[in-house]
């Protein structure tokens, strides 16, 4: 009998809560106790409705904000703040307007030390990747928005992460860019294997994509309602009878409809 | 035929010829007329006078003398005062404990006019040079800072979680984000600076100075010129624009990325 | 219950720090007099413009007029220069961004007096109007007109070009689209005129008054240079600025319950 050697815990959550103090002087209580694991490799996306605490989870993990009470640990260590380690891509692209795109995918390398020469190659090999040779000098305000988020994903794995951490990368593109960049993540995630944690709101995206979902409370503070393994082979196809049922199964559990 | 002159009354650039056409003719009307008095010169002899003036030497200086002089004064004055301000403005954006000791005293300068300064150079520096000087720092001092500091201020705070996720410290914030973001602010504060620079040069001129074209101005005025008062305007104009196309031009050279973004109704 | 109430405090050191701002400003600036560091015939100390101050309320010597009334002619003629750039400048600017014809006959002329700094057509307003109120009013009208225009024109270029193709497929006339679509999306830029052009027409009043006149706060400097007496040329400047700021206040407050409705 096959004995298969067991995954590595890649990013550990353990009773996670976050309360926020907002501006106008209110507690906003936004996570309560979620512990998650994530194993190497692996693609986990994290699924909610809007205000569901998804972002900042990811935002905790990704270091940029620390838990009210809680730990998160990358290959059993604690996360003490943000880093090379985790590369994140952001909803709205955050490119550097005032830098080309050979200048925004180096920035990571560069603030490493690494030579000029050195940068060049990593970069024209994560462009390649993301499909975006010969866009080197071009602004951003040049490209449109799929274009943008490639090279926001370029970015974050030029700096050679850990883990890829994405906040609802494609929320801000058209239902056909969105497709098209689901199909580009899997084709880069399959050449260039990380761990990645994905968080969305739309559950077509989480069935194409995740070796596992996880789905969130829809109200705060937020909770794990469910995790789901995803154990269909890919290229998923969206009108298949298996996503089909998934999808049917996760919706009437969430009673929401995402 | 109609159709013919009804099209052109619709477009907008010949339009614009014709309207200029008329001024022109309104105003030599109006000055050879005489309807406003003396005021005004008609606009060839306001040319001629002009053109006589490069050759022709006024209280020791040819025309170009006098424009050498004022944009002399505002460039010297524009040039401390941007290099004073933008720093500090910058600084006071990044560093709590600087804003809080600049800001309050900044406050209450503020709502002070730089001309209203005029007097007070006078006395303490008397008619030379400094005096001018003073003005035009004292009033590109505050659209410089404050455009510095705003353009700070304003920047979208993900961009430095971006820098932080790369990898960087503080000081990668400060170099990477918060200086190259400021820019387009600081340079439109430095159009709005070179403006009102121009407008204290012209008062310092025309209250107290010996050469310059707010001098041109005043002379005008006194000898009961009306083509030297024109003149001066319209040659203020000119170079005020002129300035105002260098630091156009800087600003394309430097933030080549703001081609992509319109402004104004231009 | 997810939210609770949470007071914030700024960090004390800061407002330490602001107050010793302050006060080391004007005790540096009282000291400096005092101490003869600065002769008292360039700086007067506070305490001397306090005192001034005081006088002026009550003594109309030895400029000719009390505190109170140069700054109430100070304050007349700028608002009437403010009010004549509102009300010929914006819809100048509204008519210009919607109209070819307007913008023909009006861009011209506008583009030849922009560059022009107000305070050159001042030789040209002495022998107009004398230096009387007018003249003044026109210096600041020159000065405060172009803001409005400009940002009326912008205000109207900027609406929803897609709101105006709905317009038109609804068989509207250029001018029903103008009154009921350009005006209204032109309103924030309007608005945020109104701040610019007052200070704008506050330092053109300033430098009007400053070289001819024979009242206002800006003729009480040029009386303060001329007497010598750097206590009323600051006087006349520290009310310059507050009332300017005053103002600006006012505006602002006045700026805020007008648009109270309308989304920005």
Redesign the interface.
Known sequence: MEIRPQPRVKISCQHISKIFIQKGKMKVHVLEDISLEVYDNEFVVILGPGQSGKTTLLRIIAGLESPTSGRVFLNGEEVQGPGPDRGLVFQSYMLFPWRTVLGNVEMGPRLRGISKEERRKIVAHYLELVGLTGYEKYYPHQLSGGMKQRVGIARAYANNPEVMLLDEPFGQLDAQTRYYMEKETVRIWEQEKRTVIFVTNNIDEAIYLADRIITMEGKLPGRIKAVYPVNLPRPREHTDIAFLKLRQEIIEASKLLL | MFKAFGKV??N?F???V???FC?LLLWDWVAKEQI????LAPPLDVLKELHRLTTVKLAGKDLFGHIWDSTRRVFIGFAIAAVFAVPLGLLMALN??IN??????FD??K??????????A???FGIEEASKIFIIVIGAFIPCLLNAYNGVRLI?P??Y????????TRR?EIF??SF??A?PAIFSGLQISL?IA??CV??AE??SSRSGL?WI??Q??RLTRPDL??G??AI???V??LT?LLISGLERLI???KR??KE??L | MAYEEVKIKTPLVIKILSAASIVTFFGGWELIVDLGIVPSTMLAAPSTVFKLFVVKLTDPNPDGALLQTHAWISIQEAGIGYLLSLLIGIPLGLFMGWFTVVRGIFRPLFEIIRPIPPIAWIPLCIFWFGIELWGKVFIIWIGGVVPCVINAWTGVNMTNPTLIQMARTYGASDWQIFRKLCIPSALPMVFGALQITLAICWTNLVAAELLAADSGLGFLITMGRRLALPEMVVLGMVTVGVAGALIGVAIDALEKRLLAGIRR
């Not at chain 2, 809080?100 to 005293?105: C, S």
């Not at chain 2, 979680?161 to 960087?168: A, K, N, Y």
């Open positions: 009354l619709r907008e010949s339009l614009y014709i309207s200029f001024f406003l008095g003396r005021s709590r404990y809080a000791l600049v800001k309050p005293v209450i300068f709502p002070m006019p730089p001309i209203a300064w005029i007097s007070i006078i006395l303490w979208e993900e961009l979680d971006v820098i932080r996720m790369l990898g960087g990668a990477y984000v190259p973001a820019f403006s121009w407008t012209l008062a025309l209250v707010g101005i005043i005008g005025m008062v024109i001066g305007m203020i104009a000119l005020a624009w105002t933030c080549p990325w992509g973004i104004g109704y």
